[in-house]
């Protein structure tokens, strides 16, 4: 089974405090993507992987950062964070060419910036 | 124009009945994959079923199915027997093969499903 795990479920912090989230995979997954779900505005791509040390830019990459030094982990960092980005960030990775390059993800994290 | 459209915010279905929950798509792209989610209270995106745009006959896993009409542009997911445990927010999402970025899915606004006992 495709296993797919975020570092917390809950996360409480700080306004201008850095955050780190991290999500593992451990199916030697080539691609790896963070979501961010906000009600009424869906599921926004911020920034993907393709490969260790590569990244490319989603639809909201602003205010956020990523890193992928190894291949089964991919961190997404918040310089500082503010309150606008209190939201469910969702981490997934693609198998391969097998069912379209389908996007498993993991469990979530929900943050919140006080 | 909207990548992606379920129109039904909201769906009530009886234990045991079947349900549809639709979902239309807009692409130019002659190659495209379409996939649906299920997002129980929880949280976490629960991956269900895939169709392929070339793919002839619609896609089946356990008792979710599929119904591809291509020429309509729409991916319904059938859920048969439905259960209390079928009730969360479920999403259609779209992947262009050539269109954009080639790996990124697009998804719809959702449809929240609940199971009477």
């Known amino acids: 089974d495709v296993k797919v795990t975020q570092s917390s479920r809950y996360l409480v912090k700080r306004t201008g405090e850095k955050v780190f989230l991290e999500c593992v995979q451990d199916m030697d997954h080539e691609n790896m993507f963070w979501y961010r779900q906000d009600p009424g505005l869906g599921l926004r791509l911020i920034y993907f992987s393709y490969d260790v040390k590569m990244k490319e830019k989603g639809d909201i990459p602003e205010g956020y950062s990523v890193s992928r030094e190894k291949k089964e982990r991919f961190s997404l960092i918040l310089e500082s964070a503010s309150t606008n980005q209190t939201s469910m960030y969702l981490c997934a990775s693609t198998l391969g060419p097998a069912r379209g390059d389908t996007q498993y993800f993991g469990p979530g994290t929900r943050l919140t910036v006080l | 124009a909207q990548k992606i459209t379920q129109t039904q915010p909201g769906m009530f279905v009886q234990e045991k009945e079947a349900v549809t929950l639709d979902c239309t798509y807009d692409t130019s792209d002659p190659s495209y994959g379409l996939f649906w989610y299920k997002q129980p209270s929880s949280g976490e995106m629960i991956f269900l079923i895939y169709q392929g745009s070339y793919d002839q006959q619609n896609a089946t896993e356990g008792r979710y199915s599929l119904n591809f009409q291509k020429a309509r542009k729409s991916a319904n997911l059938v859920i048969s027997a439905s259960q209390l445990g079928d009730s969360a927010m479920y999403f259609c999402?779209?992947?262009?093969?050539?269109?954009?970025?080639?790996?990124?899915?697009?998804f719809g606004s959702g449809t929240q499903l609940t199971v009477l006992p």
């Open positions: 999402a779209m992947r262009e093969l050539f269109s954009g970025s080639a790996r990124q899915l697009t």
